[in-house]
């Protein structure tokens, strides 16, 4: 069974950083892309960062390129969101999510993705 478990999470002063994890288990890490993906209230979610599979080719929103950076060990079988320069609008809740697909012309299609781990709380205050 694919699973995924996002963690790190929190509250940070804007200027801040928070480095955010997601744990994967069920499945080859090499076999699989992790994206990262945002939902703040009241918006849609959006995607943030991907790392794609087998060349661990990387993608940014732009967004948040510059400040954030995405990296996966896979020993530990585990993806990082490391997100530095925190802004309020940053403030959402982060989920992670896998896809099989390799890199079909589009990073942040969530129909590409065939499993989703829970979210995590990111509050940036001003």
């Known amino acids: 069974e694919v699973q995924l478990q996002a963690s790190g999470g929190g509250l940070v002063p804007a200027g801040g950083s928070l480095k955010l994890s997601c744990k994967v288990s069920?499945?080859?890490?090499?076999?699989?892309?992790i994206g990262w993906f945002r939902q703040a209230p009241g918006k849609e979610r959006e995607g943030v960062s991907c790392?794609?599979?087998?060349?661990?080719?990387?993608n940014y929103a732009d967004s948040v390129k510059g400040r954030f950076t995405i990296s996966r060990d896979n020993a530990k079988n585990t993806v990082y969101l490391q997100m530095n320069s925190l802004k309020p609008e940053d403030t959402a809740v982060y989920y992670c999510?896998?896809?099989?697909?390799?890199?079909?012309?589009?990073?942040?299609?969530?129909?590409?993705?065939?499993?989703w781990g829970q979210g995590t709380l990111v509050t940036v205050s001003s």
């Open positions: 790392i794609m599979r087998d060349d661990g080719t990387t």
């Open positions: 999510a896998a896809r099989t697909l390799y890199y079909s012309g589009t990073y942040y299609n969530a129909d590409e993705y065939d499993s």
């Open positions: 069920g499945f080859t890490m090499d076999d699989y892309g």
